[in-house]
């Protein structure tokens, strides 16, 4: 579990290269310490990250784009 203890509030953002479903459990994490998420339209990140507004998207398999996404 991310903590604030653990340094993470010194990030910019959290990115999380993951190109297989999954949950996102910090994906979820990240955001609750209110950190912007960069991840890939996959599993369950597309339902914690709102583009914009708390982070952005990648298509799947995309990832050299990821500087350009949503």
Known sequence: ?????DGVTTLDLFD????QGAFGVTTFE????LMPVVGVY?????D????????????KRRR??????N
């Open 1 to 5: 579990m991310l903590r604030e203890s």
């Open 30 to 33: 990240s955001s609750a310490l």
């Open 48 to 59: 914690i990250v709102c583009p914009r507004r708390t982070g952005w998207l990648a298509e």
């Open 16 to 19: 999380i290269p993951s190109q």
């Open 64 to 69: 050299a784009g990821a500087a350009r996404c």
């Open 42 to 46: 996959i599993g369950g990140i597309p």
